[in-house]
Nanobody, 120 residues
Framework: QVHLVESGGGLAQPGGSLRLSCAASGSIFSIYAMGWYRQAPGKQSELVASITSGDTTNYADAVKGRFTISRDTAKNTIYLRMNSLKPEDTALYYC??????????????WGQGTQVTVSS
């Protein structure tokens, strides 16, 4: 099985910064892409940022210029550096990975989430 573990969430003041991490482990041969999603109470889940094995990145308009996604391929880990945080960034942030298992089958896995709260 493939498992994702997120960390780095917490409380930040408006204008502050946080860095999220997501580490994938288990029966992994390769990872095609990983990304961060978020969901606030009463709102739909949305893609925040994603990165492919070829280092192509994609960002939601609301976070462009403030958030940066990166990866450490050797560790099967991605990061989300969040600068200039706003109260509207408050949400539960989930990590997702899509790849190939040992043995040749594809997988799609979700982490359990890490809470980000931006408040004064």
């Amino acid at each position: 099985q493939v498992h994702l573990v997120e960390s780095g969430g917490g409380l930040a003041q408006p204008g502050g910064s946080l860095r999220l991490s997501c580490a994938a482990s288990g029966s992994i041969f390769s990872i095609y892409a990983m990304g961060w999603y978020r969901q606030a109470p009463g709102k739909q889940s949305e893609l925040v940022a994603s990165i492919t094995s070829g280092d192509t990145t994609n960002y939601a308009d609301a976070v462009k210029g403030r958030f940066t996604i990166s990866r450490d391929t050797a560790k099967n880990t991605i990061y989300l550096r969040m600068n200039s945080l706003k109260p509207e960034d408050t949400a539960l942030y989930y990590c997702h990975a899509h790849g190939e298992r040992l043995g040749g089958t594809d997988f799609g896995s979700w982490g359990q989430g890490t809470q980000v709260t931006v408040s004064s």
